[in-house]
C-alpha cells in the first residue's frame, strides 16, 4: 500500500517564472500561451510533478483551465522541443516532469511519500555510466534512481504514525531495525 505524500504541489496561483519561458519557446517556435507558461512556471518551482498536479495548481489559479488532454498535449510538444524531460519512476503511479533538461543528472526517490529529488552526475558529461555492453548503439543517456528513505518517513515510521504493516513486504524487512 501507498502511504499518501504531504509533498504533492499546492500552489494557489500560477506564479510568475524566474526563467524566460516566454523567450524559450520562441526560441523552439511554439507558440507563446499562458497556458504553456503557466505549466512551465509549475514545474520551474515544482519539479517532478505529474500532469495531474500540474493540472491542479494551474487550474487553483484565477485565470487559467488547463484540461487533461490540454495537459498532456502540451507536456509531449514541450518534451519534443527539449523544454521539459520526463521522468519515469518505480512504483509511481504516473509520469513525472521536470525543466531541467539540460544534464544528465539523476533521481533519488523515497519508497514510502515517493517524494522525487534530483542527483547530480557522479561522474560527469553525459552518460556519465558505461555499460558493460551498449549492444552496437551509440549511448547518449544514462538514467539512475536511487531509491530508499527519507528521514521524515523514516522519523514517521519510527513513531508508529505510519504502520510497518502498511509499507511493501520488502521494505518492512529492510526496516526491521525500525521500532515501531
Known sequence: M????DHAPQVSTVAKPSTDWRSHLR????????QRLAVLSILESHPHSSAGEI??????????????????????????????????LPDSSSVRWETRVA??????????????EDVDCVVGHAPC???????DMEIFEAQVVFR???????????????RRDDLPYLL???LSDIAT
Do not use: M
Request: hydrophobic share 30%; glycine share 8%; net charge positive.
Open 2 to 5: 501507498k502511504v499518501t505524500s
Open 27 to 34: 526560441a523552439a517556435h511554439i507558440r507563446v500561451t499562458s
Open 55 to 88: 493540472i491542479a495548481s494551474v487550474n487553483a489559479g484565477d485565470r487559467e483551465n488547463l484540461t487533461t488532454q490540454g495537459a498532456y498535449v502540451i507536456l509531449q510538444q514541450l518534451e519534443q522541443y527539449g523544454l521539459v524531460r520526463r521522468v519515469s
Open 103 to 116: 544534464d544528465n543528472h539523476h533521481h533519488v526517490q523515497c519508497v514510502v511519500c515517493g517524494r522525487v
Open 129 to 135: 555510466l558505461t555499460p558493460s555492453d551498449t549492444h
Open 148 to 162: 530508499g528513505l527519507c528521514k521524515s518517513c523514516k522519523a514517521r515510521i519510527g513513531s508508529g504514525e505510519i
Open 172 to 174: 518492512q524487512e529492510e
